[in-house]
Nanobody, 124 residues
């Protein structure tokens, strides 16, 4: 099992920045990749970004590419999401997730472990 705890959410103004953290514990050696997702009220959960734990290769949704940056700290078993140039439409609950295997699609939502989520609210 892998436990995931997100932190860093909160309120930001449009154009501002926030950094989310996701600390992993447990069988972290089994993690292949970690990702960030978000879900706004009344909308489906949306893929944001993922990073391959060993190589650091990252992928982004078109909606955040160039504004958000995913990174990881292998020593602390933590993945980060730096969010810049925030927009009101970025308002959502952001969750991190971990997957154990490569399934051929870096943009999938097929992950094995999920955190509880942290609220991000961007005011205009």
């Amino acid at each position: 099992q892998v436990q995931l705890v997100e932190s860093g959410g909160g309120l930001a103004q449009a154009g501002g920045s926030l950094r989310l953290s996701c600390a992993a514990s447990g069988r972290t050696f089994s993690v292949y990749a970690m990702g960030w997702f978000r879900q706004a009220p009344g909308k489906e959960r949306e893929f944001i970004s993922t990073i391959v734990w060993s190589s650091g290769r990252s992928y982004y949704a078109d909606s955040v590419r160039g504004r958000f940056t995913i990174s990881r700290d292998n020593v602390r078993n933590t993945v980060y999401l730096q969010m810049n140039s925030l927009k009101p439409e970025d308002t959502a609950v952001y969750s991190c997730a971990a997957k154990r295997y490569y399934d051929g699609n870096p943009y999938t939502q097929n992950y094995d472990y999920w955190g509880q989520g942290t609220q991000v609210t961007v005011s205009s």
